[in-house]
């Protein structure tokens, strides 16, 4: 679990929230390399804490960036905090997300694809985010009328969402702060009835 300072860091009005709050009024740059100087003078004793931790606010930024339709915005965030942070699971979701959202299919394929590979080495703190991955794999192929494929991922996605022990791990990401996890139970419903509907018509 994360230390109690580096979660009131990312919570108080000077960090993550203020700064978003304020993005289009500021030099993108400026206002990284600004941030990144805060998080290693907390910070960079511990490279690993401090390249993950680097990683989260990129991807915050990146994830307000996408939900402005900034998106070639967010996408650059999104990769560098995967360059900082190669097992940093949640950039790769939020990639992935935004790749579907501009209709480019195959490269939000090629990215899930890399965050599984990725989460073998993404230790604790990750471990769990099958079901994230695996539905955003279903949405792709939901997207690519793909309804044979569809189905195979969406019932993963499913499996790994009621695995005990991944609701153990998404626990411990949530108590983190590294993981949502909010309207897992939304998505999965919503799957439950695509899947319904498509056996349906067979």
């Known amino acids: 679990m994360l230390q109690p300072d580096i979660v009131d860091l990312l919570s108080s009005n000077g960090g993550i929230m203020g700064l978003l709050s304020r993005i289009f009024g500021e030099n993108i740059e400026k206002q990284k390399l600004s941030k990144f100087k805060e998080l290693e003078s907390k910070f960079g004793g511990d490279s690993d804490l401090l390249g993950n931790m680097k990683a989260v606010w990129l991807t915050s930024r990146g994830n307000h960036y996408g939900a402005n339709r900034k998106y070639e915005k967010a996408l650059n965030d999104f990769t560098e905090a995967i360059q900082i942070c190669p097992s940093h699971i949640p950039a790769y979701v939020a990639m992935a997300t935004s790749y579907r959202e501009i209709g480019k299919l ?3 394929q090629d990215v899930i694809h890399k965050a599984m590979d990725a989460l ?3 230790g604790e703190l990750y471990q769990g985010s099958e079901f994230e991955l695996y539905n955003q ?4 192929y939901f997207l690519k009328h793909d309804k044979n494929n569809f189905l ?3 019932e993963r996605a499913i499996t790994a969402y009621e695995d005990p022990e991944r609701q153990a791990k998404l626990k411990f990401a949530i108590e983190a702060g590294v993981i949502d996890g909010a309207d897992d139970q939304e998505i999965i419903e919503s ?3 695509l899947i319904n509907e498509i056996k349906g018509e067979n």
């Not at 794999?137 to 792709?140: E, F, G, P, Q, T």
Request: charged residues 20%.
């Open 137 to 140: 794999m279903a949405a792709v």
């Open 191 to 193: 799957l439950r009835g």
């Open 152 to 154: 195979v991922w969406a």
């Open 106 to 108: 195959d490269d939000a």
């Open 120 to 122: 073998g080495t993404a």
